[in-house]
């Protein structure tokens, strides 16, 4: 069982950043893979970024290449996802997601691959 909370969301103007935090506990004796996805109001939840266990690979929706990135430090059990040249379309909450195990997901973006999920956190970029 893996706890998942994500911190760091706000308000930021168009072309502003922001760094998310996904914090993991539980019981686990490997680090998983974690996904970030997020939500709009009346969209469906879409993948965002997906990073590996080791942290060694990483998979990026073509929404948010060049401009997000994601990254893990596995002595803190976080994962963070640095968003750049933010866009009032990237408006969202944001969420971060793990598998039950610690296979990477195929598909890396499928809701359905995710077991844990965090609350989610607000990001809303302003025009």
């Known amino acids: 069982q893996l706890q998942l909370v994500e911190s760091g969301g706000g308000l930021v103007q168009s072309g502003g950043s922001l760094r998310l935090s996904c914090e993991v506990s539980?019981?686990?004796?490997?680090?998983?893979?974690i996904g970030w996805f997020r939500q709009a109001p009346g969209k469906e939840r879409e993948g965002v970024l997906c990073i590996s266990g080791s942290g060694n690979s990483a998979s990026y929706a073509d929404s948010v290449k060049g401009r997000f990135t994601i990254s893990r430090d596995n002595a803190k059990n976080t994962v963070y996802l640095q968003m750049n040249s933010l866009k009032p379309e990237d408006t969202a909450v944001y969420y971060c997601?793990?598998?039950?195990?610690?296979?990477?997901?195929?598909?890396?973006?499928?809701?359905?691959?995710?077991?844990?999920w965090g609350q989610g956190t607000q990001v809303t970029v302003s025009s």
């Open positions: 539980g019981s686990t004796s490997e680090p998983h893979a």
């Open positions: 997601a793990s598998p039950y195990g610690t296979w990477y997901p195929d598909p890396w973006n499928l809701v359905s691959q995710y077991d844990y």
